[in-house]
C-alpha cells in the first residue's frame, strides 16, 4: 500500500497561470516558473499550452511540476517565438484521478484553437452538461472545463470574448479560469470573486496572471491589481482589455486562501496573508485564553498564527515540532503498525515541549484523526499539557466551489460537539477561532465561510453527489 | 539524432481488436493479446478500453503494446466482471504523432459512454469536421474518429445501433471500426471493404473482431466469417446481430494487405496471404523471366514471394540477406556515415550471394533509397548480377484510405521511369509484377489498385493536402 | 541546464543505519523507515542490505529513499525471515557521483558475505589504497569503504570482530560505521567520535543502530546510548556486544552536527539539538547585540538560533522568509536570469520585514553568495535594515572527516575579513558567533572546531589534493 | 507472472567487442554499433567502457543496447579524444541476474585502471577464488572475470601484457576476453578456441576484436584473422602485437556456434556459417531421409539447414511457420491458459503445410516442450505427417564454457531415448544429425561436441554445482 503521509487539510484544487507577451518570449519556460510558485496550490498534475500565433501546443501529466517537465518535454514547448501561453496545477476535485483530465484543456473550435485552465467548480455543471449530451454534444473529460468550452464554442455567432462573456453568465459557483486562443489571453472571475485571480505585468511589457502573486513575482513582473469578481479581462497585442460582465455582487473570497492554501508570502484580494494568520492568531487567544509555557505551531501553515498567538498571549513561541522536509514524499507502508507510524515520519516532537504547557496553534481541523497523534506525539515527548486551538471554526459543511474538505459525514465538526473532538483528540482544551474573529482577522472584503456555517453566496448544486458526474473513462 | 534503421515500405496505421463475452471474462487480457498478434499493423501507439456494465476503464499510450502494458497498466484494467473491450495499435495516419491522438477514444454521449478504434480514412472528415465545427462542435484530437462519434452523438433521437448505421451512410473512404458501449460491441467496415475485418467465436460463446484472423487465433477463437463490406454487426447478450448498412458495392479490399502488410499466417477476405504471395512470385517468373543462379528474399515480407519464384523458375531459392532481429529497435547514429551503415545493421548478406547471379525479390519500392542500399550490399558480398524483382506493381499514387506511402513527389515510380528506377537503385535488371499479374495471384474480390493507377474506389478528399486537417495541439 | 535551486551549505555526507533482531523481522522496511528518518544526511543514492542468514540482498541506486525504493524494489528485499539489515544514504564526498558508490557495499570475504555503510572519511586511505594496490590488490570503487574492507578481509586468521578492531586500529580519521554479514550486525566510531554514532532497541528486542536518535524512533526503538568514540559494538544471537577498541581519546564531535545537520529533534551524544540551537541564538544575541525590530531566521535551520537571540535581545520574533517547501527538486533554469531568479523560488520574504530593521539569523556562511541574494531580497521587500547573525564562526578550513565544505579558496572567510564579507553580502552589520560561544552552547563533550580554526584532531591526509583519490570509473 | 515467449534453446551468454584507434575517434559510438551487431549473443545486459588516455568512463545496465544506451547515456562516452573501448553484452551464466555482474567490469589496479569484457567460462575459477579468498582478497562480483583480474593484479612485478599471459596459464576453460587499459587493447582466447574472437581493421587504422565478424563489418572493418587458441593480442600505439601464450593444443571450436549462435552472415574460424548449416541440412537428409511433400524450417536458426534439407531431398522447401517478430518482447501471461498460448504467440503455421507431409527442421532439442507444441500446431493447420529432424546430435551434457543448456536432469536427451523423444513430441519420426555428419558438416578444425558425447577438451570444474559459485549479492 503507497500512500502520502497523512494530512489532514482540505485540498486546494489548483492554481492557474496565464501569459500574454508583446514581443516573441520565452513562454514555455517562464509559465513553468510561474507553476513552480503555485505547486502548492496543486500536486496531481501540471501543464503548460503555448502558442506563437501559429503553432499551438501543449504539455500535460500527473505528477509534479518537476517531474512532469524535464528539459526535453519543455523544449518541446519552447517556440522562439511565441507570444501567449498558460499553465496549470491541480489537485483532483470532481472527476476522477486521470491524466486525461489534466489541463490546460486543449480543443479546436470555430473560434479556433483554445486552451483552458480552471481553478475551482460549476455548480451548475450538471445539468449544462446533460443538456449538451441531450443535445448531441459529446464529452471526453469531466473536467467542468469541458462544459464551459462547449458553451463557448455553440455560441458560435459570437467572437471569443462575447462568447466567453455570454458563458460567464451561464455558469454559476466559484472559478478563476485562464483561456488563450492563438493571439489572445484572457481571464476571468466568478462574480462573487470567491476563487482567487490577479493580474501583473513584466518590465518587458508581458502580461501575466495568477491565482496568487507570488507567481507573479516568480517571472520578475509586479502586481498590478486583482481581477475583479466579475470581471473579464484580456491581452493580446492592443494591450490588456477589461469587461464586467457580471457586476454588482458582493465579493466573497474564499476565507481559507487566508487560513490555509495561499502562502505566507502572497496577499489575496490586496489582504496580506501572512498578517492575517498573524491577527488570527491574536484573536485566538483573546477569544480562549489558557495559561501556558510555549506556543507551537503545527508546521508549516500553522506558524503565522502561532506567532500571533503568542504574541497576544505573552506566551513564548517555540519550535515544537520538526518537519521532516522529505515526508510528503510517496512512502512504503506496509502494515497497520505503518500507519501509526506515519505522522511521526512527518512530525517529531522536539525537546522543547518536555515538561511544558503547550499551546498546539494548527490551521483547521478535518477528520481530526492527525491531531489525536500529533497530541499524542506531544504527550510523549513530555508535554504536561496539551492546549490545541485552531485558527478557523469548524468546519461542518461541504465546499462546492472547488476546495476538497471530504464528505460531510468525515467532517469531525458536523457530527461532533466540541468537547467530544476535544476528548477524541486528547487535549487538554481545544478552541476554534470564532466567524467574527475570523471574519476580523482577515479584514478585507466580504468572505466566503460556507464551510462553516453552511450560507453558499454562490449557490449549490441541484443534487450535492458530486460523484454522479463522474465518467469512469 | 534517433531513428529507426531504415524501412522504405508503406505503413500500415492500425490493428483493431474487440470482444464481447456473454458471461464474466479477463477481457483486458484478452484484448492485450489480439494487440500482441496485430502488434505488426502498428507500432506508434497502444491502448485497451473495457467494460462490465457499470465500470468503463481505458488505458493507452504510445509505444509497442509490451510497453504501453506492463502488469500494472494492465491489471488497472482487469476487472473481474468484465465482458467487453476493445483494443487498438496504431501508426500515425493524418493527425501527429500525440499520444492525445492514441486510441480507443472515448466519449460520453446521450448514448452512454462509448469507445471507439479505428483502421481507415474518411475521405469527407475535413468538410464533416468544418461542417460541425461552424455549428459550435469542438474537438479535442486530430482523429478522424472523433468526427464519427460526434455524428453518431449528434443523431440524439437514434439508438447505438441506429445512429451508427446513420453515420456511415454520411461517412466516405476507407475504414474498419470497432465500437463498444458498455453492454454492446459493434463493427462495421467500409461500404468497398477496403479495411479487413474478420469474426471470430471462442469456445466459451465470446465473439471476437480483429484486423486479421491471426488475432483470434491468438485468443483462442475459430474464424466465423468476414464483416461484409458496407455491413454493420453488432454482439449482445442477445447474441450476434448484422444489417446491411450500405449494399451493392463492388468489393475492392486494399491489395497491400496480401502484398505487404497481413501476416503470412493470415488470410483476408478468405484469400490466404502465403499462397497470394507464393503465385505473385510465380507470376513475376513468367513475367520477367532472367538466369541466375539463387532467388533471395529481402526478408520477412519478401519470402512468399521468393519462394514463388524459385518454384517457377526453377532456381534455387537462398538465405542471401540475413536480417538482425533487433534491428527494429531504436537505434542512435550521429553522423552522416552512421546513415550509410543503417541498412547493414539490419541486412547483412550471407555467403550465398558469393559469386552467384541473384535474383533478388521485394515486396515493393517506395522511394528507392533502401533499395539501392541492399543491391549494392549483395555486390561488395560478390553477387556478379542483381535482377530486382517486386510483387507489386510501380506505387505512383498516394492512399487516401489509410496507407501511409509517403507524398507523391517522393514515389520514385511516380517520377522516374523502370529503366531510370533501375539505373538508380544499380541492379542488372528490375521488374515489377503487372497490375493483371497481381489482380491473377489476390484471386479474391476485386482489390484496390488505387496507388498503382490511381482509380480510387472510394472517393478522395475534396483538398488533398491532408496535413491541414491537423490540429497542432 | 538542472541545477537545484541554490544552498550554500555544508553538505553532509551520509546516514547509516543497522538493525538486527533476534527473530525474524520486517527488516527491509524497517531499514527503508529509518533511511526515510535519516534523507536530510545524503540525498544522492539510498541503499539497503539484508540477510535472513542464508541469503544476502542488496538493492540501491542513485536518488532520494523514496527515489530509490518503490514497492517493487523494497519487495525484492523483504524475505520474510531476515534478521539483520543495514541501509545508507550518501551525499558524495570523495569519489565521484556515480551509481557504483553508492552504499551499502558488498563484499565475499574469507570471512563470508560482508555489508558496509559509512559515514564520514579515513585520512589515511590514500596511502592505504596505494600500498594495497601495490600489493595486487584491486579496487572497483572510491569508497573509503572498500580500502576498509580490504584491509579486514586480509586479515584472514581473524574472526570478523577481531579483524574489523584491527582495521579500526589501522585506519584515522572521522568515522562512524555499520558493518553486517548473514548473522551479526557492527557498529563503531572513530576514537574521536567525530562522527556520530547511537544505539537503540526496540520491544520485541531489536537492536538498532544510526547516525541520529530520530532514526531509532521511526523504527519504535528506544534509545539505548551512543556508541563510544574508539569503540566496537555488534549484535548477534546472543545480544549486544561491546569491545574499546580505542580507548583514551578525548572526545571531538563534530560540532556541525548541532549547527546544522542534526534534526532538531535529535540528539547528539546526549546534547540536544534544538536547546543547543537556542544557546547559539543566545550567545549571538549576548555577543553582538544590534536595535531591531525583529529577529528572521533563515529557514529552517536557522529557526532554532532565530529563536534564542529573540528570546535573550528580547526583539520580536518573525516569519520573514517563506520556504517553497518543493524548491528542494529538480528545477530547469535556462538563462542567466533564471540563476537570479533561483533563490527567490526558494525563499520569499513575507510582509513581515517591511519597513522593519530586521535581524536575519543564518547557521553558517560559505561562499556568501546565497547570503547576499537573501540580504537583497528583504530590502527589495521593505526591510529599512538587515543586520545578518550567524550562529556558527567564519568557515576557514576544509573538513577532513566527511563535511563537504567546499575547497579552501572557495570559503569566504578563509580570503576575507568580516568587514569584506559584510559589504560583499550587503548588511548594514554583521557578526559570527564566537568559537567560545559555540563551544559553550553546545555545552557538551569537546567539539570539533577545525573548520573553524584549523586543528584537526584525527590528523589530516598526507596530501591535500582528495581528489587525487578518484577512481575515473 | 511476466516470461518471454518460449524458446527452448542453448542460451548464448556472450559478446564482446574491442576497439583501439591510434587517432582520437568516435569509440563510445563505434562500440554501440559493435553491439548492436552482436545483440543476439546477449540479450540481459549491455555496457561499454572507454579512454582517452586520461579519463576512463563506464556505463553499463541490464537491459538491451537500444535500451541501456539512449542518446544521453552513450553522450556520457563520447569523449571527443577517445582511442581505447570495450564493450559487453551479456546472457547470464554463473552469478545471479543482477546489474552488478553488468560488463565491462573495471578496477583500478596496480597496472593502473583496467577494463574487461569477457565471453565464456574458467573450470577453475572456483577454486582461484577460494584460494585468493582465503589469502584475503575480496570479491564483489560473481562474474569469473573478477578472479581474472585478481590474478592479473596480484602479478604485480609484471606489466600489463606479460601478466595477461600468465594468467592465462594459470586459468582454465573456454574464454574469449577483451581487456583494456587507458593504452592499449588486449584480446586473447583460451588454448582450445572453444569460444571465438577475430581482429579486423578499419580504413582509418583502427583495430577492432570481436566475436563474430559481423561485428566487425558494423563498424566498417575488414577481417584480418582470428586470435588463435591460446593467443594474447594487443594493440597499441604501435600497431598489433601478438604473443603465442599457449601454443600446441588441439583447437575445438564449440560447434553450436556453427548450429545456432553465430549470424548466419557470419563465420567462425575461417567456416562460413550458412554453409555450414546447409551442410548440416544435406547431412541430415542422406542420414534420414523421408518421404514427404514440403520442408520447413523452425525460424530463424532452422532456415539454412531446412534449404540444405531440401537441397538434398529434392522436396519443397517452404515457408510453413510465421515468427512474430514482437514476441522476444516480455509478455504478460496471467494464467494456465497462457502458458499453452505462448508458443503460438511466436509460431503460427501458414496454409502451407495444410495437407502436406512436412519435414520440419530444427537446430536442437533441449528440453522437449517447445517441440512437442511446435508439432501440435502443424497437426493443428492441417499437416499429415510431421517428420522432425535436428541439426545437431541429441544434447546429453552440461557445457561447462559459457553456455546455458539446462541442468543434466532437463536434457531430455540424456533421460530419454529418441523413440521416446519422438513419442512424447509426436512426431511421426525424428532424426538427429550423427556427431559425425556434424563435424563434417563444419569442416572447420577440431570441434567441441562435449554437450554431446561428454567429452570435455578443456577440463571440467572440480565440483559441478555452479550455483555454489554464485555469491548472493
Known amino acids: ?24 518570449a520565452d513562454i514555455a519556460w517562464l509559465t513553468y516558473l510561474g507553476l513552480f510558485a503555485l505547486q502548492h496550490r496543486g500536486q ?13 501546443l501543449v504539455e500535460k501529466d ?24 498558460i499553465g496549470h496545477v491541480r489537485y483532483s476535485t470532481t472527476g476522477s484521478n486521470l ?15 483554445l486552451g483552458l485552465a480552471h481553478n475551482g467548480n460549476f455548480v451548475n455543471a450538471r445539468e449544462m452538461r446533460q443538456e449538451m449530451l441531450d443535445d448531441g454534444v459529446l ?25 466567453t462573456a455570454r458563458a460567464m453568465k451561464e455558469m454559476r459557483g466559484g472559478y478563476a479560469v485562464v483561456l488563450m486562443s492563438r493571439t489572445q489571453l484572457l481571464g476571468f472571475r466568478d462574480p462573487n470573486g470567491v476563487r482567487p485571480l490577479c493580474i501583473g505585468q513584466r518590465g518587458d511589457g508581458a502580461w501575466v496572471m495568477a491565482s496568487e502573486p507570488s507567481a507573479l513575482f516568480s517571472v520578475g513582473a509586479k502586481f498590478v491589481r486583482d481581477v475583479a469578481p466579475g470581471e473579464l479581462v484580456w491581452a493580446d497585442r492592443d494591450g490588456l482589455h477589461s469587461l464586467m460582465v457580471i457586476p454588482g455582487h458582493q465579493p466573497t473570497a474564499c476565507s481559507f486562501e487566508w487560513i490555509y492554501f495561499a502562502r505566507a508570502d502572497s496577499f489575496v484580494d490586496t489582504v496580506d496573508v501572512h498578517e492575517a494568520r498573524i491577527r488570527m492568531g491574536q ?19 500553522g506558524i503565522g498564527a502561532a506567532i500571533g498567538y503568542a504574541r497576544a498571549s505573552g506566551i513564548h513561541f517555540d519550535y515544537g515540532l520538526y518537519k521532516n522536509p522529505y515526508a510528503g514524499r510517496t ?15 512527518k512530525l517529531s516532537p522536539t525537546s522543547a515541549v518536555r515538561g511544558k504547557r503547550v499551546v498546539l496553534v494548527d490551521d483547521s481541523i478535518v477528520r481530526g484523526t492527525t ?45 461532533h460537539t466540541i468537547e467530544e473532538i476535544r476528548a477524541m483528540i486528547g487535549a487538554d482544551s481545544l478552541a476554534f477561532i470564532s466567524e467574527e474573529g475570523l471574519r476580523a482577522s482577515i479584514r478585507g472584503p466580504g468572505v466566503c465561510l460556507a464551510c462553516f456555517n453552511g450560507q453558499y453566496p454562490a449557490g449549490i448544486p441541484l443534487e450535492n453527489d458530486l460523484n454522479k458526474l463522474a465518467l469512469e473513462v
Open 1 to 24: 500500500m503507497i500512500f502520502d503521509p497523512a494530512t489532514d487539510k482540505p485540498q486546494d484544487e489548483c492554481g492557474v497561470f496565464g501569459i500574454y507577451s508583446p514581443q516573441p
Open 62 to 85: 500527473l505528477g509534479l511540476v518537476s517531474q512532469v517537465f524535464d528539459e526535453t518535454r519543455l523544449d518541446k514547448l519552447r517556440l522562439g517565438t511565441a507570444r501567449v501561453g
Open 283 to 301: 484573536a485566538l487567544a483573546l477569544e480562549s485564553h489558557v495559561d501556558a509555557d510555549i506556543v507551537v505551531p503545527v508546521p508549516d501553515s
Open 139 to 163: 464529452f471526453q473529460t469531466t473536467n467542468d472545463s469541458e462544459v464551459l468550452l462547449n458553451r463557448i464554442a455553440r455560441l458560435s455567432k459570437l467572437d471569443l470574448v462575447e462568447a
Open 99 to 113: 491524466r486525461f483530465n489534466a489541463q490546460p484543456l486543449t480543443v479546436r473550435t470555430n473560434k479556433g484553437i
Open 371 to 415: 491531531s489525536r497523534q500529533i497530541v499524542n506525539l506531544l504527550r510523549e515527548a513530555g508535554a504536561t499539557e496539551v492546549h490545541f486551538r485552531v485558527s478557523s471554526p469548524p468546519i461542518k459543511h461541504p465546499c462546492f466551489y472547488g476546495i476538497d474538505t471530504a464528505a460531510r459525514k468525515e467532517l469531525v465538526a458536523s457530527t
Open 331 to 345: 512512502f512504503i507502508a506496509p502494515t497497520q503498525e505503518a500507519r501509526e507510524l506515519k505522522v511521526k515520519l
Open 44 to 56: 496531481e498534475a501540471a501543464g503548460i499550452c503555448v502558442s506563437d500565433g501559429e503553432r499551438f
